[in-house]
């Protein structure tokens, strides 16, 4: 049942994977509800094809610190048809959501991926929903939700060992489930109850938390500590002005060989991917 998920996973394009983001949503932190109307999340989407991305990860549901949850059925209004345009459109999509409710619809409507912020423990049948599927499972280190999570940032034994503990215990609640290993991609969870300092010990170190060597996305586009990194008097840099760091990041994770990147800048990954695919041809062994 897994072959399709397995693959994609097991896939080896020589570069990391690129997972595009649309976020269907009235307040995302990285673009304040631009792609809110299904037409134009559709298209964002279609471009971020165009331009390299390998996945289009659609969510309906903001994480960022404070937000408020939509209703289930609003979440599903806003993902649904436009997982079904872009699976139509060719597309290899992935949801991102926490429920197991717009996870199965979202499979139903041609998601191969379910990127699961929570690691099951908003939802835990979500579990059972990816395992009765033939989707990969993304699972991302989490403590809580988004008006709570920036109060958990103390980890016994350090970040790492810490994310690793926590990562290892969702992996096992997945593979008890039923969720095939060959299925399963983690997520350190950058930015998610995690300081500034923590989120560079993580970025620099992501191979330390793969468990059973699986292997790892990461999502650091426009994230806060990439803001705090560049503040100046006024503050932290703005939103919009933080993909110069990203994009050096990006670099610097390719070259440590992550599985995959997630980016809101598609166009700015693949150009930075380039560079290192030409560096490394052209570095002597």
């Known amino acids: 049942m897994s072959s399709r998920a397995s693959s994609l996973v097991a896939a080896d394009l020589g570069r990391p994977q690129v997972m595009g983001v649309v976020n269907v949503t009235p307040d995302s932190f990285s673009d304040g509800g631009r792609f809110l109307a299904t037409d134009a999340a559709i298209a964002h989407g279609l471009v971020l094809l165009e331009r390299g991305a390998d996945l ?10 404070g937000a408020t949850r939509p209703l289930v059925g609003e979440e599903l209004d806003r993902v649904v048809p436009v997982i079904t345009a872009l699976a139509d459109a060719g597309a290899t999509v992935s949801v991102d959501t926490m ?14 991926v379910v990127n699961d912020v929570s690691g099951g423990l908003a939802d835990p049948r979500i579990l059972d929903v ?4 033939d989707a990969a499972y ?8 988004s008006d709570q999570m920036q ?4 980890y016994d034994g350090g970040v790492l060992a810490g994310v690793r503990a926590e990562l290892a215990a969702r992996v096992e609640a997945a593979l008890a489930r039923g969720v095939e290993a060959s299925r399963l991609i983690l997520d350190p969870g950058l930015g998610f109850s995690k300081t500034p ?9 992501f191979e330390e938390v793969a468990v059973q060597g699986l292997p790892i996305l ?5 994230k806060s500590f990439l803001g705090h990194l560049l503040a100046d008097d006024a503050g932290p840099r703005p939103v919009g002005e933080r993909e110069a760091a990203h994009t050096a990041l990006i670099a610097l994770l390719a070259l440590r060989g992550v599985w995959g990147l ?18 490394k041809d052209g570095t002597p062994s």
């Open 218 to 222: 990461i999502g650091a586009s426009r």
């Open 130 to 133: 990816v395992a009765a599927s």
């Open 151 to 154: 109060q958990l940032t103390h």
């Open 197 to 205: 300092e923590q989120n560079w010990q993580l970025a620099g170190a």
């Open 138 to 145: 993304v699972l991302m280190h989490w403590r809580a939700h």
């Open 56 to 65: 289009i990860d659609v969510g309906g549901e903001s994480t960022r610190p």
């Open 262 to 279: 997630r980016v809101h800048d598609v166009r700015a990954c693949r150009d930075a991917l380039a560079v290192v695919t030409s560096w």
């Open 99 to 112: 429920r197991s409710e717009v996870a199965e619809a979202a499979v139903a409507a041609g998601a191969l």
